[in-house]
Each structure stands twice: as C-alpha cells, then as structure tokens.
C-alpha cells in the first residue's frame, strides 16, 4: 500500500495543489484527466508549477486518463467539483481495487454520500478544506491561503488501519483526521451557504458582503436560518454568525469559488450547498425561506446553480 502511487481525479485548482503537494512530499502521484484533455497533450509528464506567497516550485507529474491507467488504483483522491465526481468516478471505476481507499474533496454535502452508497466494497474518506487555491494558468497553481483540512472515513464505512493517515505527517498541507468527518462537513457547507451564493448574486468579494447594508441584511437572514437548520439536527450553531463574519472579513479580498464560477458562465456547486441545505429543510420542516429566494434569483440572473443533490440520511 506504502508504494502504490497516488492517484488524483480531477486537474483543477485543488487537484494540482495536492499532486504538486504530493510530490514535495517526495510521492510519485498520477494525475488522471478527462479522454478529451489529455488527447491535447502528446507528453505523458508535465510540468506542475506551484507558488506561495514566497515561492515558486516546479514538479514533473505523469498524466494518465481512464483509457491509459495501466496499474490497479488503490488509493486516490478525487478533487472533481462536486457535481462532477459521480461520473467521474464511474469512468476509472474498472481500474479501483476492491479495497480501494478514496478520499473526496468536494465542496458542499451529497456527493459524498451518493458515492459512498454508490461504492460499498471501497473505503470512502471525505475532505473538508479550508485551503485557498487557483489556477492561474493549466497545471499553476497559486496556494493563496494555508489552510487546514480535516479527513475523515464517512460513516457506515468499514474502518481500516490503512488509509490517508500517512497524509498528515511531513506534507506541506495541514491534514489533520477527524472522526466523525460529518460535522465538519456540515459546518463548512453552513458557511458557504451564507456566503456563496450571495457573493454571485451581487456579483462582489467575501467583504462585500459586510456592507451594513442590503447585503448584510440578507448574509445575517440566511445565517438565521442556516442555523435553524443545524440547531433541528443537533449541530452547535451558536457561533456560526461569528464563524461566517470571520471568513468574511479574513477572506475580504477573495471571490469565493461560486462567484468566479458564475462569472465564468460555469455550473456552480450550489446544489450540493443551498440545495442540500433546502432539502434538508423541507425533510426537517424547518423553513429557510431565504434560501429558497436566493436560490430563484440566482436562477432568474442565469447562475447555473444546477439539480438539486439527491437527498440521503445524514448520520451525525
Ligand atoms: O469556501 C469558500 C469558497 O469560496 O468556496 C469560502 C470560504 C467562501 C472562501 O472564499
């Protein structure tokens, strides 16, 4: 298991930052992209160029895709938007080993779940982040904020001495386990609800949102209601209005992911963050209005926020 390389799924900002991670650490991982993006490269290794505030490094990282992967895949992290990941999963799913250990690093709720129902024999782990990347460029990545990420098995799921443990130690990315990982996953997805959405509709950074205005007024609504929702399922929520303002002011200066993607005319991951939300909600009977009418807005100013994710018992 020690020697088997590391795949990643998915080339975006999160996939490079861990490949190009996973090589400072003096791993060999294999990055794995769609049919029709490595057919534009006639190389099998490229160049993977990652900057800090301080520095800039290069690594030589192989490239694969389902139709290339010669070696059974044993462990591998997939950093496919959330949206994306099911089906992105089911293209290399010839090539995952029965015991494979797979860590997901989406953003939101409800991809994990359905993948961890979707691949029983696997070992499902999933991520929550806190990490700030972009892509400046194909294969740059930009680590703007040291974050930390939590990892976790996903409950209802065999646990097993082998796994991402290794992770935390000596890797220039702060990885800590966490177990359960649900209520990391739910307190992060509370955040971006409040703040995700409401940046792409007024179209204005984290700190444009504490405006003492119109925007705040609606930011402090959802946190209103975000916290109704987790006070039904017996999260603590008390200190979310803290927690939301906090990102707000520390993260002034970014476009959170869901404004650049709307601005981009990309789908957004909306429905696996006010979706789920919503859903949860209305199986909860607890009403969350505010949501329900930003959702409407973002749809009537042509956000692609997307199906709503399926629903599925959450264990806390
Ligand atoms: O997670 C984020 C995102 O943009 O998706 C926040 C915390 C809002 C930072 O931008």
Not at 136 to 142: C, G, L, N, Y
Not at 182 to 196: G, H, P, R
Not at 279 to 289: C, D, E, F
Request: charged share 15%; aromatic share 6%; net charge neutral.
């Amino acid at each position: 298991m020690d020697n088997d390389p590391w795949y990643i799924l998915g080339a975006g900002s999160i996939g490079c930052l861990w490949a190009a991670s996973l090589c400072h650490k003096g791993e060999s991982p294999r990055l794995i992209l769609r049919e029709s993006s490595y057919q534009q490269f006639n190389k099998r290794r490229l160049s993977l160029k990652l900057s800090t505030p301080d520095q800039t490094s290069r690594f030589a990282v192989d490239i694969v895709s389902p139709e290339t992967i010669d070696s059974t895949i044993n462990r591998l992290i997939v950093c496919t938007k959330a949206q994306d990941s099911l089906s992105a999963l089911n293209s290399i799913k010839p090539h995952l080993a029965d015991n494979c250990q797979i860590l997901l690093l989406q953003n939101g709720m409800g991809s994990q779940q359905t993948i961890r129902n979707a691949l029983p024999t696997q070992t499902v782990w999933a991520g929550s982040s806190t990490d700030g990347a972009y892509l400046s460029a194909p294969f740059e990545v930009h680590h703007a904020g040291q974050g930390q990420t939590w990892i976790g098995p996903l409950s209802n799921q065999q646990r097993s001495e082998q796994g991402f443990h290794d992770l935390c130690d000596n890797f220039r990315l702060k990885v800590s386990p966490c177990d359960p990982i649900e209520q990391k996953l739910w307190e992060k997805m509370a955040i971006n609800s409040c703040i995700n959405g409401l940046t792409a509709l007024f179209d204005c950074r984290n700190g444009g949102l504490l405006d003492n205005g119109e925007k705040q007024a609606w930011l402090d609504q959802l946190i209103i209601e975000t916290s109704g929702v987790l006070a039904v399922l017996g999260i603590p929520a008390t200190a979310l209005k803290d927690s939301v303002y906090g990102v707000c002011q520390i993260t002034a200066s970014n476009l959170s992911s869901t404004c650049q993607d709307a601005r981009k005319g990309r789908a957004t991951e909306l429905a696996f963050i006010n979706g789920f939300l919503i859903q949860q909600a209305n199986s909860l009977g607890v009403t969350v209005n505010s949501h329900h009418q930003l959702m409407d807005q973002l749809n009537a100013i042509g956000v692609k926020t997307g199906q709503p994710a399926t629903a599925s018992p959450l264990c806390i």
